[in-house]
């Protein structure tokens, strides 16, 4: 059996769609316990076939012998199945009961792509199956990088032999399950990323695998395709059902945003002493729950350690006590977080899930009583210190409420430690609440203060002070991309790594950085920002192009690798910018446009590089027609835009303000087909050769042709089928308004046989 518009094929296809439509037989079948091994054999007693057309249809075909024994019998069922399907509407042309308990295989298959087509395929209204299903996939995988520009998919056979096209529509449903848009995911190897496709279509949609992956890779069936291609689409069409599903799901499950805490416990608490509140759990839909199952996981943090971990009680009413002490005064940081439910094998991937905080987690605790938080430090040797020189700060003592402590003896722990270890303190208690800390550092770099109170940090603790030193300009770099090139009239950023005579990056600004900048065109300003943490931000903007020659030194010593030399490229020119492509001749107002703008510099040379500021307008008669832009990073940028209408187009593209050239660009919209109002049936004939003395012939071998032309000329597709037996049969979609006339020429070797019209 042919596909549609092809001549007849080697025998490879014959074995690839008996595979593939005794698979999908199959599929159904198992719902009554049956099974076919050889589509040939199994369907000559015609009760898998009627079996199979109640299943598929919903219907019953009434009383058929389920356990025949003779020819008789065979052709019985067969011929009752044969009625059943024109019963339903579907047109078979030469196939009888008889050829099903023969065996002809071919008829066979036919039929079963009949009965695909319809209950499978099931797709009326727009086209041909063919056709309607392409533009289902094309548009699944639209967004992937599949073909090259100008590509697209036109077949079931050849355009997925490389794998990339079934890639791409096996993500398309589950985006990024096995490759991003630019489908990089691909091994490049056609027969592994094919068998990886439905190995993933199968594992994760439940689509079974009608062909194997060598029948696609190597010889691919065009109908056999289709069907397959079909469970994609119908995977879809389950989303609403699965949709119901997990919402029921969810009506039991407890949802931790809305999932809340109550009690004075969430606030306030005293120290040592028992703190309560209750969680009460509520599902997505803001319901509480009736019962109990879930687990809550609950965390006290600070003040301090000294804590008991919070215990959870389950009351069974959807509600749960919990219960804490915490040990030391100060503020704490309390978490509850739902950690799983009983008979919730798994919470949804887009549900807050495991983990997931209930409504105001965090909650911030009062714990009334000494806090070491809110006792602080100030003074110079908190804020930088110089290597040798001795320098301090002060220590205050503060209570719970904030009030200032009037006496000393609160054991204040401070250690101090640089580059070089620890640094030895001296503290002295005032008696009055405050506490003077002196120290000197031996090294510079960074030093780290850190101040506690039984062993909680004091507040902002520990403190980070830079000890600075001199940088060395033999070790002070410079990196960054305004050194390694730029663009004329955009700025470059580079910055400046102070590092001193060990080779250890200095932590503290100050330190007076000069950076000249020459071009071609003389001296570029440059600006110098110190980021105070040793490094220096430069940014200059080049008004020309070239080799630019950029200084830095320190205290008139150029810094390492200085000077630098940075080759500036050319702005683009809108002049000598241009745009080409289909979509700036003609479109239509059913499907996107397009066309590609190249980017060009001065010497009218490509740019080689996307972030050129291009407005691209295109407007209806006046009326503005969305547009898509994507920037491919080379100098070229892919444009789109789709009219919802007939009409006179103005295409303007800009850059910097200035129009491109040859722009503004004039385009005719036209109206497109409308799929709607178009249609499609699907038609059959067979013919019987005979012999110069007026025999019917026995065996195939003729040139059969069939030509069909419709409206305008137009031809359409036919499948045509030597039968082997000295009868030729054809297949033909025909599509279009009703009321049409199309022509029909059969020809047997050349000669004509048959010609009639055949309208819509």
């Known amino acids: 059996m042919a596909g549609e518009g092809e001549p007849e094929r080697n025998a490879g296809w014959v074995d690839v769609q008996k595979r ?91 039929l079963m792509w009949t009965l695909i087509l319809r209950y499978q395929i099931n797709m009326i209204g727009k086209g041909s199956p063919k056709w309607e299903l392409l533009q289902w996939v094309r548009a699944q995988i639209e967004p992937y990088n599949v ?58 949609y439940k689509i079974p695998k009608l062909l194997d992956p060598e029948d696609l890779a190597n010889q691919p069936d065009e109908l056999a395709m289709m069907a397959y291609i079909s469970y994609f689409r119908d995977f879809l069409s389950d989303e609403a059902k699965r949709r119901r599903e997990e919402l029921e799901r969810k009506r039991k499950t407890a949802d931790p945003s809305r999932c809340y805490a109550e009690g004075p ?27 109990g199952g879930c687990h809550f996981q609950v965390e006290l943090k600070g003040p301090g350690s000294e804590t008991t971990n919070p215990q959870v009680k389950d009351n069974g009413d959807g509600t749960y006590s919990v219960v804490y002490n915490v040990k030391r005064a100060g503020k704490a940081e309390l978490s509850v977080k739902l950690a799983g439910q009983d008979g919730i094998s798994q919470l949804p991937q887009n549900h807050p899930g495991f983990g997931g905080h209930i409504k105001d987690s965090p909650f911030h605790v009062t714990v009334e009583g000494p806090n070491a938080g ?25 209570d719970d409420n904030g009030n200032p402590v009037k006496s000393g003896g609160d054991p204040f722990d401070v250690k101090i430690k640089g580059p070089r270890g620890e640094v030895k303190p001296q503290i002295k208690d005032n008696g009055d609440g405050t506490y003077s ?67 250890k990056p200095i932590k503290f600004g100050g330190y007076p950085f000069n950076v000249e900048v020459a071009g071609p065109q003389g001296p570029v300003k440059a600006n110098v920002t110190d980021n105070g943490d040793g490094t220096y931000g430069v940014k200059y903007t080049p008004t ?55 980017a060009m510099d001065n010497d009218g040379k490509s740019r080689g590089e996307g972030g050129d500021p291009i407005v691209v307008k295109v407007t209806n008669n006046g009326k503005d027609v969305p547009v898509q832009m994507k920037d491919n990073g080379d100098g070229t940028y892919s444009v789109s835009y789709q009219p919802d209408a007939p009409g006179d187009l103005t295409v303007n593209v800009e850059l910097e303000g200035s129009p491109i050239k040859d722009a ?41 042709e069939v030509h069909i032309k419709g409206p305008s000329n137009s031809e359409v597709e036919v499948q045509t089928t030597d039968n082997q037996d000295g009868t030729y049969t054809a297949i033909y979609a025909l599509s279009g308004e009703k009321g049409r006339d199309f022509n029909i020429n059969a020809k047997l070797n050349g000669k004509t046989i048959g010609e009639f019209k055949q309208q819509m």
């Not at 009752?80 to 024109?86: A, D, N, P």
């Not at 909680?456 to 300009?473: L, Q």
């Not at 503004?664 to 110069?692: C, H, M, Y």
């Open 664 to 704: 503004p660009f004039s385009v005719k919209a036209k109206a497109g087909t409308d799929a709607e109002n178009s249609g499609f049936g699907i038609f059959s004939f067979t013919l019987q050769a005979r012999d110069k003395r007026g025999q019917q012939k026995t065996f195939g071998g003729d040139n059969f």
């Open 437 to 503: 800390v002196k120290y000197t550092p031996d090294g510079h770099g960074d030093h780290t203060i850190d101040v506690s109170l039984h062993g909680d940090h004091i507040k902002d603790a520990p403190f980070h002070v830079g000890v600075k030193a001199s940088p060395s300009s033999a070790n002070t770099y410079a990196e960054g991309p305004g050194l390694e090139g730029g663009q004329q009239g955009k700025e470059g950023v580079f910055r400046i790594v102070s590092v001193d005579d060990e080779g």
């Open 374 to 398: 809110k006792s602080y430090a100030d003074g110079p040797g908190l804020k930088g210190a110089v290597q040798g020189k001795e320098t301090g700060f002060t220590i205050h003592s503060v």
């Open 544 to 598: 020309g192009y070239g080799d630019h020659r950029i200084n830095v030194d320190l205290e008139g010593q150029p810094i390492k690798k200085a000077p630098f030399t940075v080759r500036i490229k050319s702005a683009p020119n809108a002049n000598n910018t241009y745009a080409e492509g289909p979509g700036l001749q003609e479109a239509w107002d059913n499907e996107p446009a397009h066309f590609t703008i190249h």
């Open 147 to 204: 073909h090259p520009k100008g590509d697209e998919l036109r077949n079931f056979t050849s355009n997925w032999q490389d794998g990339k096209v079934l890639y791409a529509l096996t993500d398309s449903l589950k985006e990024g399950i096995i490759t991003p848009f630019d489908m990089s995911g691909l091994s490049g190897k056609p027969l592994d990323d094919i068998t990886k496709a439905m190995n993933t279509a199968e594992e994760e």
């Open 265 to 291: 416990g969430i606030s306030k608490a005293v120290a040592r002493e028992d703190a309560h509140f209750n969680i009460i759990s509520v599902n997505c839909l803001g319901d509480k729950l009736p019962s």
């Open 20 to 110: 593939a439509f005794t698979r999908w037989a199959n599929q159904y079948l198992t719902e009554r316990m049956l099974s076919m091994n050889d589509l040939q054999e199994d369907l000559k007693d015609g009760v898998k076939l009627c079996e199979l057309l109640e299943i598929i249809s919903s219907k019953q075909l009434g009383k058929f012998n389920k356990k025949p024994k003779t020819r008789y019998q065979f052709l019985e069922n067969n011929q009752k199945g044969l009625q059943f399907i024109k019963e339903e509407g579907l047109t078979l042309v030469g196939i009888g009961p008889e050829d099903i308990v023969d065996g002809k295989l071919k008829l066979d298959l036919g």
